[in-house]
């Protein structure tokens, strides 16, 4: 039988104006942030396939050495440089090159940022969600998570606060399967029963009104 297709994620945190990083680093401490991070991009259901995080040379940049690659996934940096070499991770030179390193051994495939890696992954037409840890403060931030489409599901995995930082976490997704409707003139049966939260429509993040 054909193995699935690795299923496409973004994850992210973002403070109330959809800030996500100051001066190459997180604007914030969360421990809880990290763990939700990390196990959200090392589960999966088969036990013989794993991960692959795709991030930009930054973002990789950002993490302590001693932490990188991620352990458990398959760690993917894009770079310009065509001679960057990172020991125990893959290098790919535009977007397209690093989704095509998930091979059939990939589960799912988590765009892990930063801001410019984002911007690019947002408008990619496979998304299945976005997990997004929302901060519920205001960090003063240079890189943002970009304007995201709409999503018709949305879920609240958890929250918390962390030193006086409340924070919630949330996959909007869009349903495994959309049912099509019978056309007009064609035998009606029982019509889908969705429930309330299917029905509402969730954009993830709240967008600052002000042009950054
Ligand atoms: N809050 C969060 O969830 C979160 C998550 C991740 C990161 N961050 C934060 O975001 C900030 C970093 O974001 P950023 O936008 O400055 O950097 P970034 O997206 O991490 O990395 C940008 C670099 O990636 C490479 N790149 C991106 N797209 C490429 C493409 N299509 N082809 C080839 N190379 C490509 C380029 O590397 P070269 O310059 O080498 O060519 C580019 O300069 C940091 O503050 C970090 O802490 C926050």
Redesign the pocket.
């Known amino acids: 039988m054909d193995q699935e297709k690795p299923k496409l994620y973004l994850?992210?945190?973002?403070d109330q104006k959809g800030g996500?990083?100051?001066?190459?680093?997180?604007p914030w401490h969360l421990k809880a942030d990290m763990e939700f991070f990390r196990r959200t991009t090392i589960c999966h259901e088969d036990a013989q396939r794993r991960n692959m995080v795709i991030?930009?040379?930054?973002?990789?940049e950002?993490i302590p050495e001693s932490q990188r690659p991620l352990k458990g996934r398959k760690n993917v940096i894009?770079?310009?440089?065509k001679d960057?070499k990172a020991e125990g991770a893959y290098v790919?030179?535009?977007?397209k090159d690093a989704m095509e390193l998930a091979d059939d051994r990939i589960a799912s495939i988590f765009v892990?940022?930063?801001?410019?890696?984002?911007?690019?992954a947002i408008s990619l037409k496979g998304i299945k969600g976005i997990y997004l840890?929302q901060v519920k403060k205001a960090f003063r931030c240079?890189?943002f998570?970009p304007k995201p489409p709409k999503f018709p599901k949305k879920e609240l995995l958890g929250k918390g606060e962390e030193a006086g930082v409340p924070y919630e976490f949330w996959l909007y997704s869009k349903p495994a399967s959309v049912r099509k409707l019978p056309r007009e003139g064609q035998a009606q049966g029982a019509r889908p029963n969705r429930s309330r939260s299917d029905r509402k429509e969730g954009s993830a993040g709240a967008r600052p009104k002000k042009k950054r």
Not at 55 to 60: A, F, Y
Not at 92 to 95: D, E, I, K, P, V
């Open positions: 994850i992210a945190a973002i996500i990083g100051l001066g190459g680093k997180l991030m930009g040379r930054k973002t990789w950002s894009l770079t310009g440089n960057f790919a030179h535009s977007l892990m940022g930063g801001a410019k890696v984002y911007q690019q840890t240079d890189a998570f």
